[in-house]
């Protein structure tokens, strides 16, 4: 995540996303695996919501210092 934002990537950031999604959405259909992959989801997302919000905040912090 953080490497797709420094180098401007924010198409590979939806892509892992998706990509985490897609392979977790099969657990959700069967019952006794659906609470597991529930909190999977809602985990990956915090951490990819955090690792989006540090990488902008740091962006944009060393564009701030670079400023004479």
């Known amino acids: ?9 924010y198409e590979g950031i939806g892509f892992l996303v998706a990509a985490k999604s897609i392979f977790r959405f099969g657990g959700i259909s069967e019952t006794d695996k659906r609470k597991e992959s529930e909190y999977i989801l809602i985990g990956s997302l915090l951490s990819f919501g955090l690792a989006i919000f540090i990488g902008i ?12």
């Open 57 to 68: 905040l740091f962006k944009a912090l060393a564009r701030v210092a670079a400023i004479p």
């Open 1 to 9: 995540m953080l490497a797709f934002i420094f180098t401007g990537q």
